[in-house]
């Protein structure tokens, strides 16, 4: 069966430092990847997503990049944090237009 | 950049009641999709909608897809304190060589209280 890996969980950085996270997929090969983000209560905002290794479509300016360096790994990252970086970063696998799937998440706090 | 506009926002009903979640846009999707998401985790799909005027039926809830393929809602008959939780439309689209994207409204955020 397919899992989704993602972490850490909770992340807690100062403003300025750089910014990893990372998201894997387990049981399937080359499935489109997705980060989003999402403020408390709401709806998901789509940041990135790829069809394939190299890949890599953004949908929001920002001061975040994304890399998919392997077939079923996918990075988020920033050279520097902003204090409106933090959120609920969410990661998730797709077959094209079929169901998609989540990680768990990654609480991130820039104070 | 296709929206989706959920409305309302925030419910907040009793026990036993009837409820209805609404999933609007100015454009067409080729499919719609509605999770459920709980505090603290990935949201988790409930159905997909695919062809115009299409209805599904999940227990308590039922799912209709308009027939331009514009919009979706969502009717809970009876909801319960389980049901309690933030309810997300989100819609495929086509953005270009093999890319598909999944847009999300900004969710509906349900409590039941008992």
């Known amino acids: 069966s397919q899992t989704i890996h993602q972490w850490p969980a909770t992340l807690v950085q100062p403003v300025g430092s750089p910014l990893s996270l990372e998201c894997t997929v387990e049981?399937?090969?080359?499935?489109?990847l997705y980060w989003y983000r999402q403020a408390a209560g709401r709806g998901l905002q789509l940041l990135f997503y790829?069809?394939?290794?190299?890949?890599i479509s953004s949908e929001v300016p920002q001061n975040l990049s994304a890399s998919r360096p392997q077939d079923r790994q996918f990075i988020l990252s920033s050279k520097k944090l902003l204090l409106s970086d933090s959120g609920f970063y969410l990661c998730?696998?797709?077959?094209?237009?079929?169901?998609?799937?989540f990680g768990q998440g990654t609480r991130l706090t820039v104070v | 950049t296709q929206l989706l506009e959920q409305s309302p926002q925030f419910l907040s009903i009793q026990e036993g009641e009837n409820l209805t979640v609404y999933c609007n846009s100015s454009?067409?999707?080729?499919?719609l999709q509605w999770y459920r998401q709980e505090p603290g985790e990935g949201p988790v799909l409930l159905v997909t909608v695919v062809t115009g005027g299409e209805v599904k039926k999940l227990k308590r809830l039922t799912f209709q897809f308009g027939d331009a393929r514009k919009d979706s809602s969502l009717h809970i008959t009876a909801a319960q304190p389980g049901d309690t939780g933030l309810y997300l439309c989100?819609?495929?689209?086509?953005?270009?060589?093999?890319?598909?994207?999944?847009?999300f409204g900004k969710g509906t955020l349900l409590t039941v209280n008992p």
């Open positions: 049981g399937t090969s080359n499935p489109n």
């Open positions: 790829s069809v394939g290794i190299g890949q």
């Open positions: 454009s067409v999707f080729s499919s």
């Open positions: 989100a819609g495929w689209s086509y953005s270009g060589g093999s890319n598909y994207k999944l847009t």
């Open positions: 998730a696998w797709s077959r094209r237009v079929a169901e998609a799937f």
